[in-house]
Structure formats: C-alpha cells, structure tokens
C-alpha cells in the first residue's frame, strides 16, 4: 500500500507515458485513414492503441503505480482516440455521425460531473463496468468497420446502435454515481 501513495500524485509514470503515447497516435490513425485511405493499417495502429491501453491499466495496478493524474488521463487518451476514428468513419458510414455526436456530448456531460464530484469530494474516481464495455464495444465495432470495407449497411447500424445504447446506459449510470458521491 506505500508504494501505491507515493504514486497517488505523480504525472510522470509509465502508465501515463502509455496514455501521452496513445495520444500521440490519434493523428497517425487519421492520417492512415483519410490521407493513404488504409483501413487494414488503420486497424493495426487503432490495435496498437488498444493494446497500450491494455498495458497501462495492467502496469498502473500490479505495480502500484495508479495516480489520480493517470485516472483522469488516460480515459481523455481513450475518448478522444475513439472520437476521432468515430470522425474517420463519418466518412463512408453517415449514420455514425449520432455516435460521434452522442460520445462527445457523453463525455463533456461526465467530464463536467466528474469534476464537480472531485471539487466537493477530493476523490478521483476511476471508470466503471459500463464503461469499459462500451469502450470494448466502439473498439469492436470500429475495428470491424476497419476490417470489413463492405459490410452490410443493416449490419452497420445495429453495431452502431448496440454502442449508443450502452453510451446511453454508461451515461445514465456514471451520472448516479456522481451524484451519489456529491450528496455524501
């Protein structure tokens, strides 16, 4: 447990560096998508992303290195990876434009009354069930999309609403939380 206090407040851990490495990949992953237009490259690099992901949560909790820094740090590196590939696919599935939409208005909804729950409680709080499955799901989703150029347009938008409907689950669900801890 000491070794998990002196990394409590500490930006600079490798987890973190993970996190600043994910975001350095977002403008790659955009690139590789609109400018060389390869999907296939696209996905390896989103994959990459994932896997760093993977990784810091992993290193962040067997090595005690879990900061509130990283808390709040790496779910941004998440959202705004997810954002802008959303933003890529736009391009070709139009109906991805509500997901798009609704992650954003998702995530400055619970951004806000994250931090109004840090200001009155001083604690950071880390993510949810819910919410890493509807980051596993956008990531599923996504990568198919990536992988399969053609896929059929039904099955399109059932994976795009299986995602907004648990955007919509984790949205309701992290709102009680924050309430719940501001009320205390």
């Not at 690099?45 to 820094?69: E, H, K, P, Q, Y």
Request: charged letters at 15%.
């Amino acid at each position: 447990m000491k070794q998990q206090k002196d990394y409590k407040n500490k930006i600079v851990t490798i987890p973190n560096l993970l996190s600043l490495f994910r975001l350095c990949l977002i403008p790659l992953i955009v690139w590789l998508y609109v400018v060389r237009e390869n999907p296939r490259l696209t996905l390896l690099v989103l994959v990459l992303s994932g896997l760093t992901d993977v990784a810091d949560g992993i290193i962040a909790r067997r090595c005690g290195m879990v900061s509130d820094f990283g808390k709040a740090f790496d779910p941004v590196a998440d959202k705004l990876t997810q954002m802008a590939m959303l933003y890529c696919l736009v391009s070709r599935f139009p109906h991805m434009l509500i997901s798009l939409v609704m992650l954003v208005v998702k995530e400055v909804f619970s951004g806000v009354t994250a931090l109004l729950t840090i200001r009155r409680t001083g604690e950071v709080q880390g993510a949810d069930w819910h919410g890493k499955l509807t980051t596993v799901l956008l990531y599923t989703m996504m990568g198919v999309h990536l992988l399969w150029y053609n896929i059929p347009h039904g099955l399109s938008v059932a994976m795009t609403v299986v995602c907004e409907a648990a955007m919509v689950l984790s949205l309701v669900l992290y709102t009680l939380r924050h309430w719940r801890a501001m009320k205390k």
